[in-house]
């Protein structure tokens, strides 16, 4: 299984990016978005489950940032609007099977790809 994040970049505030996530192998119950700011932890941003029918997302990024999944395709999308600084991070797609209590626990999927970096400046 591989998972290859695209997308990042260099943005000002309240612009617009979307990142892409392509998988190869086989396909899991759950993909998400987690993140990492420099001189913080990994934390979770949304996650996708489109058998059990259920989206999450940290609240932080609610009404502003949208999940997507392309089963067809094995893609997994970011759409992510009005940025903000505090939205500068190295943003990692993930895949795995957690039960739902679960989704947003980054130990809980098995597989991440590598990173792609989103700078916001203000």
């Known amino acids: 299984v591989q998972l290859q994040a695209f997308g990042g970049g260099l943005v000002q505030a309240g612009d617009s990016l979307r990142l892409t996530c392509a998988a190869s192998?086989?396909?899991?119950?759950?993909y998400g978005w987690f993140r990492q700011a420099p001189g913080k932890e990994r934390e979770f941003v949304a996650a996708?489950?489109?058998?059990?029918?259920?989206?999450d997302y940290t609240d932080s990024v609610k009404g502003r940032f949208t999940i997507s999944r392309d089963n067809a395709k094995n893609i997994l999308s970011l759409e992510m609007n009005s940025l903000k600084p505090e939205d500068t991070a190295v943003y990692y797609c993930?895949?795995?099977?957690?039960?739902?209590?679960?989704?947003?626990?980054?130990?809980?999927?098995?597989?991440w790809g590598q990173g792609t970096v989103v700078t916001v400046s203000s």
């Open positions: 993930a895949a795995g099977n957690p039960i739902s209590s679960r989704v947003t626990a980054s130990e809980a999927y098995y597989y």
């Open positions: 996708i489950c489109r058998s059990c029918g259920r989206i």
């Open positions: 192998g086989r396909t899991f119950r759950s």
